[in-house]
């Protein structure tokens, strides 16, 4: 089972292939982009999905060993390593537009695939450090109020109307980017100021995490405009910017047209497999520490990406998360994919439903 731990060291191959762009000119620049979007999709076209999960005794093995859990702390350093060879690598006068514009994009790819992804995981875990190293990892993407919406708000809300982060059937992506990121920031800073009020204090104080996040974001941008000036300081904000407009891609493929039904009660359903789509197609599942596994993720956030399993009944993606990425872009092959895939699965699920005990 070792070797299973050892095979999540993969995705640091990204950070390598991103220090050749940092440190090199011409097409080289490009290589991680093409990893990513390019050679990942077409292996998991051609590559089966696999959807064995880990037996109980199994996971009780991986529960204990501590190296996947090493491997997303070893990124923290790294992701900031990273981010200092992009600043420094755009210092360098003799870049054409185009491989500015590479390095940004490179940097923009480890903002979202690192800084919030891991950032992500990480903030799920109990541990008060393992959350401030996702705290960390969200500042290097100038994202940190995703801390604080993604688990008090988008797992409360995950497939309701309510949730600015779940995407509506229909909706293109280029209309859900502004209602995702403008009402999931302000999603934030009104569950933050709800937390105050719990603890009796007032909402314009230090203590709230919202005010603290902004300070922290402002103090970064500032030393990044100290250090290496105004030009590279705007391009930073915009390699942080493609940072969260890949994770804002990635929620609008992970819960497109899925919706929970309210009870007779005007409660909405627990929140089920069914209403994440799923995907496990190996790369993907690989690359992004298990994130595709997201319909487990939804129905217990809790557990530990090595532990995430595959369930029969969620719904699945026909490819892996990055190809799913590109296709989201194209909105009319987009709809003419994921809609009926969602009809087939509504038929689907109302036939299991309906089918004698």
Known sequence: MKLRAIKFGAPLSVFILAYFAFTNTGWIIS??????????????????????NLSIAEEEMEKKDRLYDYWLYLIVPIQY??????????????????????????????????????????????????????????????????????????????????????????????LFYFRTIILGYFSAWKIAATDQRKKSRPILHFSNQMIQFQLLQLVLISIVFILFGWKTMLYFIAAASIGFLLLETVNYIEHYGLEREKNSSGNYERTLPIHSWNSNHILGRLMLFELSRHSDHHYMASRKYQLLRHHENAPQMPTGYPGMMILSLIPPIWFSIMNKRIDDFRLHHQEILSAPK
């Not at 500042?139 to 600015?164: A, R, W």
């Open 31 to 52: 290589t991680p982009m093409l990893y990513a979007f390019a050679f990942i999709p077409l292996v998991e076209l051609v590559v089966p999905a696999k959807t064995t």
């Open 81 to 174: 390593f990273s981010l200092y060879f992009f600043l420094q690598s755009t210092q360098v006068g003799s870049l054409t537009s185009i491989e500015l514009m590479g390095r940004i994009f490179v940097m923009g790819l480890l903002c979202g695939t690192f800084g919030i992804n891991v950032g992500h995981e990480l903030g799920h875990r109990k541990n008060l450090y393992e959350r401030n190293l996702a705290k960390a990892l969200l500042l290097s993407s100038l994202y940190m109020h995703f801390y604080i919406e993604h688990n008090q708000g988008h797992h409360k809300n995950v497939s309701t109307k309510e949730d600015p982060s779940s995407a509506r059937r229909g909706e293109p992506i280029y």
